[in-house]
């Protein structure tokens, strides 16, 4: 029996799936911390954890400064057109990161490659949500986004696997790597037919003000917005921080890669958790309080375990940590949507996005610096403190409104 057109994978969505596989092939991710410290300390720059994690800051200063911008040329120019530019500006970046320039190269490395990251950022989904709602397919979203998802997982985790390998044969590969990797899974997006959607509201400075009034009106809001920058915040900082514990522990690269592969594979696994605790008692504050108190303990852990001279156990606890960041961002994202207009919902999300990225911005030097000023004891449990002591407030706000 032939297939009905709805039920057809279109070559348009292989493509799609060629460029999410190929496109997200960051071969230098799992040695990036190694990369900058090695830099920096040619240069005879001190205190590398503040200088690394500063550099590793300005990341999120390019994603707050392109989130809106890069979601009014999508409008504009089409999401395809988004992913190309994207794609191109990632390319060129790691490139960049690669050049042993002066050391302000590699901060302005780091703020491309977010500028980058937020013009493809929700452009492939889109795009795929459009593609199918033209053919009428939109019953095959679910499983068509499911596969997306799956193929930029499987490029993030083969490309963390053999970016450590590729680094002990030659350092200056990992980045070859990335930036042919990143091209080539651009080719397939060039004369892909974008179905455009009319955008919710065609002024998006009108649009801002509508969702800063939203974030002002409603106090549950304003906690999630909260809640979700702070954490999110904290969970990115412990995937990097795994890397800079095994770079302390002076790990092998090839480590530094299948380590940072097994971080890839664990958030994998915890997406399916998304839906479910979204679905179990949709007012309930526990799951913020088990994740943001478990990622404090995790760095009390790694205290200890730094102090007792205990590698191993702090790795792990940090690794298990950085695998719950994904769903602590899905989580907020699904718990904010209700509480939102249709034509508000993305650029509320935004808005959180963008004052996450801003807090990012500040507390990652903060955290490198104590990591240097008090050693890897004190240092990670003053990081877990700071966890606990932003978090914690915002939580009991948040039960005892839901009473």
């Known amino acids: 029996m032939t297939a009905t057109p709805s039920r057809r994978v279109s070559s348009f969505?292989?493509?799609?799936?060629?460029?999410?596989?190929?496109?997200?092939?960051?071969?230098?991710?799992?040695?990036?911390?190694?990369?900058?410290?090695?830099?920096?300390?040619?240069?005879?720059?001190?205190?590398?954890?503040?200088?690394?994690?500063?550099?590793?800051?300005?990341?999120?200063?390019?994603?707050?400064?392109?989130e809106y911008p890069s979601g009014v040329f999508a409008d504009w120019a089409g999401r395809s057109r988004s992913l190309v530019v994207g794609s191109v500006l990632y390319a060129f970046a790691s490139l960049l990161l690669w050049w042993d320039g002066p050391l302000w190269l590699l901060a302005l490395s780091q703020l491309l490659l977010g500028v980058a990251s937020a013009f493809r950022s929700g452009a492939d989904t889109a795009l795929l949500y459009s593609s199918l709602s033209a053919r009428g397919a939109l019953d095959r979203y679910p499983g068509a986004l499911a596969m997306l998802r799956f193929a930029n997982l499987a490029g993030l985790t083969l490309a963390a696997g053999l970016g450590g390998l590729l680094w002990s044969w030659h350092p200056a590969s990992v980045f070859w790597a990335t930036f042919v990797a990143v091209l080539i899974g651009a080719l397939p997006l060039l004369g892909m037919p974008d179905e455009r959607l009319a955008p919710a509201h065609p002024n998006y400075w009108a649009l801002l003000r509508d969702s800063l009034g939203v974030l002002r009106r409603s106090r549950d809001i304003q906690l999630l917005v909260g809640?979700?920058?702070?954490?999110?915040?904290?969970?990115?900082f412990s995937y990097w921080a795994v890397q800079a514990f095994l770079v302390e522990q002076d790990a092998a690269p090839w480590i530094l890669g299948q380590v940072t592969m097994v971080v890839t594979l664990l958030q994998a696994s915890t997406m399916p958790l998304s839906s479910r605790l979204a679905r179990w008692r949709a007012d309930s504050s526990l799951p913020f309080f088990v994740l943001l108190l478990g990622l404090t303990a995790a760095f009390g852990v790694v205290a200890v375990a730094s102090r007792q001279t205990l590698p191993v156990l702090g790795a792990a606890s940090i690794v298990v940590a950085a695998a719950f960041a994904p769903l602590f961002r899905n989580l907020v994202n699904v718990r904010l949507q209700p509480l939102v207009s249709d034509g508000v919902r993305a650029s509320v999300l935004s808005l959180e996005t963008w004052l996450g990225n801003l807090y990012y911005a500040a507390f990652f030097p903060l955290a490198g610096w104590l990591l240097d000023l008090w050693g890897p004891t004190a240092g990670y449990a003053g990081i877990g403190g700071i966890v606990a002591v932003t978090s914690v407030p915002l939580l009991i706000a948040m039960a005892t409104r839901r009473r």
């Open 13 to 66: 969505e292989l493509r799609l799936y060629f460029h999410a596989l190929s496109g997200r092939a960051f071969f230098y991710i799992p040695v990036l911390v190694l990369h900058v410290q090695d830099r920096l300390a040619a240069a005879g720059v001190e205190q590398a954890n503040a200088a690394t994690m500063g550099v590793l800051a300005f990341f999120a200063v390019g994603i707050a400064v392109a």
């Open 227 to 236: 809640i979700g920058g702070t954490g999110a915040t904290y969970f990115v």
